[in-house]
Nanobody, 119 residues
Framework: QVQLVESGGGLVQAGGSLRLTCAASTSIFSFNAMGWYRQAPGKQRELVVLITSGGSTNYADSVKGRFTISRDNAKNTVYLQMNSLKPEDTAVYYC?????????????WGQGTQVTVSS
């Protein structure tokens, strides 16, 4: 059973920074892609950024230039560096891992970590 554990959330003032960590219980080489999603109160979960096993990234327009995803394969960990935070970044952030086996798609989610940005 794959487990993803997020950490690093918290309360920060607008303009501040946080770094989220997602630790996987298995080698992240086994995933075709990993990413971060977020869900604000009353809103649908949305993609923040995705990174493929080949290192390609896809950022939401709202976070481009402010957020950076990275991975440490040796530690089976993915990070999300968030700079210049805005109140609208307030949400629960979820780590996601996806793998494709033949025609089947498997996804795994962490429990989420709260990020609150005060104005």
């Amino acid at each position: 059973q794959v487990q993803l554990v997020e950490s690093g959330g918290g309360l920060v003032q607008a303009g501040g920074s946080l770094r989220l960590t997602c630790a996987a219980s298995t080698s992240i080489f086994s995933f075709n892609a990993m990413g971060w999603y977020r869900q604000a109160p009353g809103k649908q979960r949305e993609l923040v950024v995705l990174i493929t096993s080949g290192g390609s990234t896809n950022y939401a327009d709202s976070v481009k230039g402010r957020f950076t995803i990275s991975r440490d394969n040796a530690k089976n960990t993915v990070y999300l560096q968030m700079n210049s935070l805005k109140p609208e970044d307030t949400a629960v952030y979820y780590c996601n891992a996806m793998t494709l086996i033949v025609a089947s798609r498997f996804e795994y989610w962490g429990q989420g970590t709260q990020v609150t940005v005060s104005s």
